[in-house]
C-alpha cells in the first residue's frame, strides 16, 4: 500500500520567515496530495491540494509543489504569523478503485515565534 | 450547515466496557470515515463507508465496528474497550462524486481514554 514519509516532525521559524514541509510517497498510482492544518483540540482542516496534472499551486500565502518523478511534494508557506502555528499532515490518494483512501503523513508541528 | 458533528467530545471508559462514538453530517456526502490519531502516528484509518449500507476494513479496524444505514449518520462502536484504544477518533466525510470524492472534511474529534 502507499507509504506517506514526512520531514520535519516539528519545525520553529520567527514570524514573517517561511516554512517548508515535505512529503514523499511510494505509491506512483497516487494522483491526489491534500494537506491539512490541525489546530489544537480540532479536527484537521484541508488549507490546499494539488492533483498530478499540475506541478504547483497557490493560494495566497500557501503553495503547494508536486514533483511526480521524484514522488515528493511540499508545502509552502510565506510572510509566517502567529496564526499559522499548528500541526500540518500531508496526504496522498491513488487512483482507481480506492481512489477515496487518504495515507497521511505523521504531521509537522510548526511554530511561529512573534 | 454543521458539517461534520461528532458526540461526545470527550469519555473516560474503564476496561471491557462498551460504547458508541456518533458521527453525522449534513453535507448528503456519501462516503465516510472513522480515523484514530495517536501522538506522533498521524491518521490511521479504522473503518470507512461508501454509502448507506456499505461499509469496509481500513487500516486498523481490530476491536471496532460500524453501521450506515443513513446517509447522515456513522457511528463507530467498541464492543470490549482496551487501553490500546485511547485515542482521539475523527470522522470525515467526502462526497463521492467523480473527481472530488478524495476531499475529505473532518469533525471536530472526540477524545477516549481508556482506563
Known amino acids: ?12 521559524v520567527q514570524e514573517g520567515d517561511s516554512a517548508v514541509i515535505k512529503c514523499t510517497y511510494s505509491d ?5 496530495f491534500p494537506w491539512y492544518k490541525q489546530e489544537l483540540g480540532k479536527g484537521p482542516q484541508l488549507i490546499i491540494d494539488i492533483r ?18 521524484a514522488k515528493h511534494f511540499s508545502l509552502h508557506i510565506t510572510e509566517t504569523q502567529p496564526e499559522d502555528s499548528a500541526v500540518y499532515f500531508c496526504a496522498a490518494s ?20 512573534p | 450547515n454543521a458539517g461534520v458533528t461528532q458526540t461526545p467530545k470527550f469519555r473516560i471508559l474503564k476496561i471491557g466496557q462498551s460504547m458508541t462514538l ?39 479496524p481490530n476491536g471496532y465496528n460500524v453501521s450506515r444505514s443513513t446517509t447522515e449518520d456513522f457511528p463507530l462502536r467498541l464492543e470490549l474497550a482496551a487501553p490500546s484504544q485511547t485515542s482521539v477518533y ?26
Open chain 1, 1 to 12: 500500500g502507499e507509504n506517506v514519509e514526512q520531514h520535519p516532525s516539528t519545525l520553529s
Open chain 2, 22 to 60: 456518533q458521527c453525522t453530517q449534513d453535507m448528503n456526502h456519501n462516503y465516510m470515515y472513522w480515523y484514530r490519531q495517536d501522538p506522533g502516528m498521524g491518521l490511521k484509518l479504522i473503518y470507512y463507508s461508501v454509502g448507506a449500507g456499505i461499509t469496509d476494513k481500513g487500516e486498523v
Open chain 1, 52 to 69: 498530478s496534472n499540475v506541478g504547483e499551486k497557490k493560494d495566497q500565502r500557501i503553495a503547494v509543489t508536486l514533483n511526480k518523478t
Open chain 1, 28 to 32: 506512483s498510482a497516487s494522483n491526489y
Open chain 2, 90 to 115: 475523527f470522522c470525515a466525510s467526502s462526497t463521492g462524486l467523480a473527481g472530488f470524492q478524495e476531499t475529505q472534511y473532518f469533525g471536530p474529534g472526540t477524545r477516549l481514554l481508556v482506563l
Open chain 1, 94 to 113: 491513488p487512483s482507481g478503485g480506492s481512489n477515496y483512501k487518504l495515507t497521511f503523513g505523521k504531521g509537522t508541528l510548526l511554530t511561529v515565534n
